[in-house]
């Protein structure tokens, strides 16, 4: 029978733990400190982690959609571009970035954004592009049987509020919308959204009419002024100018150009905030694109 060797183990004997002289304690001491240290650091670390999952979790909707479907669904880009953009952190729900693929939300109630643009979450809401022609009442009835919006919408079931209004007799870019708060603010004066008007008066326009549109010219409501104006072009005792204005008082072009003595013979709106009529027939009808929708959004402060 083979006896264990005596005083096995580190040169102690059995059993005894080691004695540390004074200076082995300090450096014993000093390391553990160093430990403690390094261990809080990276507690801190996690801590934080621990934190953005529960950030994300927040925005899981029980019963929501997919983010990333709702970003397909509103004419973001495919699924998988989506998710690349969701895993760059580049989508906020309700102003928090969401790196989650399978986070959940609401797109009725939730303000989806992509590179803090808004995106037109809710598959209910409708914004459209209308060429309005001369003779249409930018209204959805009327009780004296005259054409109206809706005789231009006969499939668009939802209720569409007008964005503002135009003549009867003024052609050119109206937006219909069912979200409420958007139309609001488009229309409101506070938002002063800059819209565009191509107007044929009786020409030659003299070279001072632009100064005297951007200085003012006086209303019987009070001062109206372009914010941009330019001659498009002249033939034969007509003209084709272009304002931009940034409020919509009633007849307000007319009554300006009237009132600079060049009264106008048709009026076409071309452009509001960043949406352009482009090549939209008289009557015609589009869908404004997700980035357009985001530009409005933007510039109304949404
Ligand atoms: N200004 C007008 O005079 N008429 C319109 O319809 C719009 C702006």
Redesign the pocket.
């Known amino acids: 029978m083979t006896r264990p060797p005596s005083g096995s183990g580190a040169g102690s004997p059995a059993g005894r733990p080691a004695r540390l002289g004074p200076a082995e304690l300090a450096r014993a001491r000093a390391a553990a400190a160093r430990l403690h240290e390094e261990f809080a650091d990276e507690s801190d670390e996690w801590d934080a982690l621990a934190e953005s999952a529960d950030r994300d979790s927040l925005t899981d909707v029980p019963g929501g959609v997919r983010l990333q479907k709702v970003l397909a669904a509103a004419g973001v880009g495919s699924r998988r571009h989506c998710e690349e953009l969701i895993g760059a952190g580049r989508v906020e729900v309700d102003g928090e970035i969401v790196r989650r693929f399978g986070a959940r939300v609401d797109p009725q109630h939730q303000v989806i954004r992509v590179d803090g643009q808004r995106i037109p979450a809710s598959e209910d809401l409708v914004y459209l592009a209308v060429n309005k022609p001369a003779g249409v009442l930018t209204s959805m009835s009327d009780n004296r049987g005259r054409k109206t919006m809706a005789d231009l919408l006969p499939d668009v079931a939802e209720r569409l509020f007008h964005v503002g209004?135009?003549?009867y007799?003024?052609e050119g870019l109206m937006l219909l919308t069912n979200d409420g708060e958007l139309a609001h603010r488009l229309a409101h004066p506070r938002f002063g959204v800059p819209?565009t008007?191509l107007a044929e008066v009786a020409g030659p326009v003299p070279r001072g009419l632009g100064r005297q549109l951007l200085t003012g010219v006086e209303l019987d409501d009070g001062i109206a002024s372009a914010d941009k104006f330019r001659v498009v072009e002249q033939v034969a005792g007509r003209a084709l100018v272009e304002l931009t204005?940034h409020e919509?008082r009633?007849?307000?072009?007319?009554?300006?150009l009237a009132e600079a003595g060049h009264p106008?013979s048709r009026?076409v709106?071309t452009q509001v905030g960043p949406v352009a009529l482009g090549s939209l027939r008289p009557g015609g009808t589009r869908k404004l694109s997700t980035k357009e929708v985001g530009e409005l959004y933007a510039a109304v402060g949404l």
């Open positions: 209004r135009l003549d007799d003024t819209k008007y204005l919509g009633k007849h307000i072009v007319r009554r300006m106008v009026l709106r």
